[in-house]
């Protein structure tokens, strides 16, 4: 029988979409549990997950490739995929019949990893998004390692971003002190010009302090990246000045004077010292020290030497008196000595300081002060010296220079 409305209304054609693709995957799944119209099997170590060649092709590039050419794997009805976490592979088989997948702290680093390898990208895509989501002090470092191995450049600017907003906590974490001195370097390039160099500062000595044992001989290598001159001269003067693991880097006395020094321009920082003139110690009063006012004209005398020397050397900083090394007398003889004394002339109760000896024993020479830096040159012990040294004075130390010629 044939029958046809055809020309007996005027309705226009109508065309109709319904979304049957979920009622498809949903009888496709079914039926994939119940093991019927299964073509392949995915093998992961011990575990067997059956599917459908297509639904697998429409969701992983991975396996598109593997069936649509002309691999080995394209005939077989077994398949094997080994290094990837068996649970993450089947959960993302149950997502490729169902669309959902619950992604939480524990699993999102296994199925980032798989969905990468199978190449699944509306998974890795939505893990990045939990990632973002998720970052905090204890994890940054494990996340940054994620970016850095799956190559997410977007991932990675969040974690520069969280570490510069975050860094002194970061930094004082035992996450951050337990990384690789590589790791370290890397972390302060990358957000060294972002912060300041006192947080730079902070996080290098935070490392290595945290194994001292072991960190203690690349310090000099990691403070390279410390810009003393850029730091805040609190800093300088109540922290950095006093840290015992400075002073011992031999190289750094210079570079710490200078940053001082232009720290203090930078302050506007003037000293201006009363004008007297002081006399110390000679031939024949070892010990005695006087002071003439040149404003009152008066002589005063100020507090012994501790130990009394003759063709010494004294020059002041800051309204700081140094007396440098000379000759001593000892049982009608003159030796050389290296020792060195300083008293605060502002102090209420002047008192003798003994500070760090000079590196050689010396009398008859050259003193002077640049910059707030001690210089001496020359003198003699048993025979004329060429050699020269300076003092640093935040950090009590003395500095060999390159000697004279003559």
């Known amino acids: 029988m044939s029958f046809s409305i055809c020309g007996t209304c005027s309705v226009e054609e109508q ?8 009622d ?35 969701y992983s590039k991975y396996f598109n490739t ?36 619950n992604i939480n702290t524990n699993n999102v680093c296994d ?30 470092f494990t996340i940054q390692a994620l970016a850095n191995c799956f ?9 520069n971003n969280f570490i510069v907003e975050n860094y002194q906590q970061v930094v004082s974490g035992d996450h951050f002190k337990k990384l690789s001195k590589d790791d370290v370097i890397k972390l302060i390039q990358s957000t060294n010009n972002k912060v300041s160099s006192d947080l730079v500062y902070t996080a290098v000595i935070n490392w290595v302090k945290f194994d001292l044992a072991s960190n203690e001989s690349y310090l000099s290598e990691l403070f390279k990246f410390v810009d003393l001159g850029e730091m805040s001269p609190k800093m300088l003067e109540d922290v950095v000045s006093v840290e015992p693991l400075v002073r011992k880097l031999d190289d750094l006395g210079w570079a710490f004077h200078d940053a001082v020094v232009q ?28 002071k003439f006012d040149l404003e009152t004209k008066q002589w005063i005398q100020l507090p012994d030497l501790p130990v009394g020397r003759q063709v010494a050397a004294a020059v002041v900083i800051d309204d ?25 002339l502002k102090e209420k109760v002047l008192k003798w300081e003994k500070i760090a000896s000079m590196n050689v024993k010396r009398y008859m020479f050259g003193a002077a002060v640049i910059n707030g830096v001690i210089f001496v040159f020359g003198g003699a012990e048993y025979s004329p010296i060429s050699s020269g040294e300076s003092y640093i004075v935040p950090l009590n130390k003395w500095i060999q220079l390159k000697p004279m010629k003559i």
Do not use: W
């Open 111 to 140: 199925l980032l990893a798989v969905s990468d390898f199978l190449q699944i990208l509306s998974v890795r895509k939505l893990c990045i998004e939990y990632l973002f989501t998720t970052i905090t002090q204890q994890n940054c």
């Open 66 to 101: 593997m069936f649509k050419s002309e691999m080995k794997e394209k005939y077989k009805d077994v398949v094997d995929v080994h290094g990837v976490d068996a649970e993450s592979v089947e959960k993302l088989v149950d997502f490729m019949y169902t669309g959902k997948i």
């Open 15 to 22: 065309t109709h979409n319904i979304d049957h693709a979920s």
């Open 263 to 290: 720290r203090a321009k930078g302050m506007g920082e003037v000293n201006y010292a009363e004008e007297s003139l002081i006399s110390l110690g000679g031939r024949t009063s070892l010990t005695k020290v006087t």
């Open 24 to 58: 498809l995957l949903q009888f496709a799944n079914e039926s994939r549990q119940d093991g019927c119209f299964n073509d392949i099997i995915i093998r992961v170590g011990e575990k067997n997950i059956p599917a459908n060649k297509m639904v697998l092709s429409c």
């Open 151 to 159: 190559t997410i450049p977007q991932l990675t600017e969040k974690f």
């Open 320 to 344: 700081v008196l140094y007396h440098l090394a000379g000759e001593l007398q000892t049982d009608g003889d003159e030796i050389a000595t290296k020792i060195v004394y300083r008293m605060e």
